[in-house]
């Protein structure tokens, strides 16, 4: 596989999203290429199954026809998914931490730690999956997915909103609808 670099962007290349869960078993999800350099790529998708996440006091629904704008980085123990609705309307985030991200031309991989953040609109968010664990989250990976989660925690306000403003910015829902919603 060969590395994304700037001359081989094309906006609306089809890239496989492929998850390798802890168990080895693989989720392999069709997308669409927003924006890639060497360090980030962000990739969308269009939600064809409707289904619902639940925190501890909230449940958030994400229907079909909604969509997914995916941000995964090279250096970083997580990746973000951006969820709107076909309207455009932002309904949530969710962050997975993981390992091993690789980016090549034609496909996105990486190893998910099972540990997720699920964020509603406003702000709140909760730790999921902890009971999926099979030892406990400080010792799970020798501590590597309890630091990378503490770490997202405390910058998690400013990373959301920063990535949140860069997304309304660089791919408004018109752009989204007019390049990639139909093909």
Known sequence: MCNLTRSSIQIGKKIVERKIRYDST???????????NEQELILFHRIEDPF????TQYELTIPKDAYTLAYFWREK???LYVWRDKNGSYLGSYFNIVKNTI???????FEDLIIDILIFPNGEYFILDEDEL??????FEDGFVHQSLQTLINSIEPLLQETLLKS????SHKDILSTLYDG
């Open 77 to 79: 123990p997580y990746n």
């Open 168 to 171: 309304e910015k660089h791919f």
């Open 134 to 139: 099979p030892v406990s989250l400080n010792k």
């Open 26 to 36: 693989i989720v392999d999800t069709n997308c669409k290429l927003l924006n890639s």
């Open 103 to 109: 980016m090549a031309d034609t496909i996105v991989s």
């Open 52 to 55: 619902t996440m639940k925190g």
